[in-house]
Nanobody, 122 residues
Framework: QVQLVESGGGLVQAGGSLRLSCTASGRTFSRYATGWFRQAPGKEREFVAAVAWTGGGTYYAGGMKDRFTISRDNDKNTVYLQMNSLKPEDTAVYYC???????????????WGQGTQVTVSS
């Protein structure tokens, strides 16, 4: 069993940066791929980025790689999402999820956090 807790969200002005953290409990977390998804008001949840359990393989949704960077520190059981040059359209609840492999679809992830709100003001 893996439990995930996101943190680092908040209110930021357009052009600013935030770093989200996803901290896991459970000894086997380091063996899971981890992804970030987001859900804006009135929209479906969408994939943002994912990282393999080794940290060496990353995968981004189209257009995300220019501004977002996913990384992980298995010693700290934590995955990060560095978000730069934020735009109002990045406003959403951001979720992290863990699963057996890097994937861009929600169905491939077994464990989910409760989410952290990111609000970007114009």
């Amino acid at each position: 069993q893996v439990q995930l807790v996101e943190s680092g969200g908040g209110l930021v002005q357009a052009g600013g940066s935030l770093r989200l953290s996803c901290t896991a409990s459970g000894r086997t977390f380091s063996r899971y791929a981890t992804g970030w998804f987001r859900q804006a008001p009135g929209k479906e949840r969408e994939f943002v980025a994912a990282v393999a359990w080794t940290g060496g393989g990353t995968y981004y949704a189209g257009g995300m790689k220019d501004r977002f960077t996913i990384s992980r520190d298995n010693d700290k059981n934590t995955v990060y999402l560095q978000m730069n040059s934020l735009k109002p359209e990045d406003t959403a609840v951001y979720y992290c999820a863990a699963g057996p492999a890097v994937a861009g679809t929600q169905e491939m992830y077994d464990y989910w956090g409760q989410g952290t709100q990111v609000t970007v003001s114009s």
